[in-house]
């Protein structure tokens, strides 16, 4: 995996969480910078998936492996989960949901790591 590209999601990951809690203690709704940071989150998802996909077959236990590939396309589905329930949801409670999914981006991403890390 790539170490650099792990840091940069989890910065992503923080700041969007930072935004939605910032929304969240404001009362405000879902807007462009928020959208923005959780597209830019998955563009390096995306990029995440790719190189993951590629270099999975570097560990060995099969379990392991098969665990890896599905933390990298489940991460995937978060990010747009989220911003979708905060857009249909009209009250600042939808920032509270953003707010978790950036956690759950930070844990799977963290936990794609650990994965690799400990079986490469």
């Keep these: ?3 650099p590209l792990t840091v940069v999601l989890l910065v992503a990951s923080g700041l969007l969480g930072l935004l939605a809690a910032h929304h ?3 009362g405000r709704l879902v807007d462009d910078p928020l959208i923005i940071v ?3 989150i998955e563009v390096a998802l995306l990029v995440q998936l790719v190189v993951g996909l590629t270099k999975a077959s570097a560990i060995g236990d099969g379990a ?3 665990t890896f590939i599905a933390y990298l396309f489940t991460v995937l589905l978060v990010i747009p989960a ?7 949801e009209k009250t600042q409670w939808a920032m509270a949901v953003v707010l978790g999914g950036a956690l759950v981006v930070a ?3 963290a936990r794609l790591q650990q ?3 400990l079986n490469v």
């Design 82 to 88: 989220t911003i979708v329930i905060a857009v249909k």
């Design 24 to 26: 969240l203690l404001r």
């Design 38 to 40: 959780g597209a830019a």
């Design 64 to 66: 392991e492996r098969a």
């Design 107 to 109: 844990i799977l991403v």
């Design 1 to 3: 995996m790539l170490q």
């Design 115 to 117: 994965v690799w890390t």
